[in-house]
């Protein structure tokens, strides 16, 4: 199912045929040996995968995908469309370009193999540095995203793979 909500704005729908732009960031940044990538596939779906380590006090992974769109003024709420494989995954958002800056949040858990459609109010994003939650920041402001992405961490280690058709906004 592909509901559409009237006010939905596509910002990637991974069956088209643009470029997208990404980066990957795993805990090798701080020594860790875990591994990501993102692909898209040949039918139309964007596939986060990798293996997570705890070796080396490492435990993280993560993609950050700059969307075409990006100005997101009087958006109350991102919708995904995703298949997990039953692990916990966090959809991130940054509203700089730096490196290391804030990443605001929100947690999501997946099923093993079943499709699902998300919505994720900005409301209840978290704003963190390197995993610690920030208490003096402000909210998410939808006029200021720069990059979404996901990230998976918290003790999972092993194989991991979220599978991702579409990524909206809305103002529902």
């Known amino acids: 199912m592909n509901s559409q909500f009237p006010d939905d704005k ?88 730096v490196f290391d800056g804030v990443n605001y949040r929100s947690v999501f858990a997946t099923k093993v193999g079943v499709w699902e459609e998300l919505c994720l109010p900005l409301a209840q994003f978290e704003p963190t540095w390197r995993g610690r939650i920030l208490t003096d920041m402000p909210a998410l402001d939808p006029a200021r995203i720069e990059t979404l992405g996901f990230l998976i961490s918290n003790q999972q280690a092993g194989g991991f793979q979220l599978e991702v058709e579409w990524i909206k906004s809305t103002a529902w």
């Open 10 to 97: 596509i910002i990637f729908n991974f069956k088209s045929p643009d470029p997208v732009v990404s980066q990957i960031v795993n805990d090798g940044v701080m020594g860790g040996v875990s591994r990501s990538r993102f692909d898209i596939t040949g039918h139309g779906t964007g596939i986060f995968q990798g293996e997570l380590s705890l070796a080396n006090n490492g435990g993280f992974a993560s993609v950050r995908l700059r969307p075409p769109m990006r100005d997101l003024t009087g958006d109350r709420a991102f919708r995904l469309r995703i298949r997990g494989d039953g692990h916990n995954y966090k959809f991130t958002a940054r509203t700089d370009n």
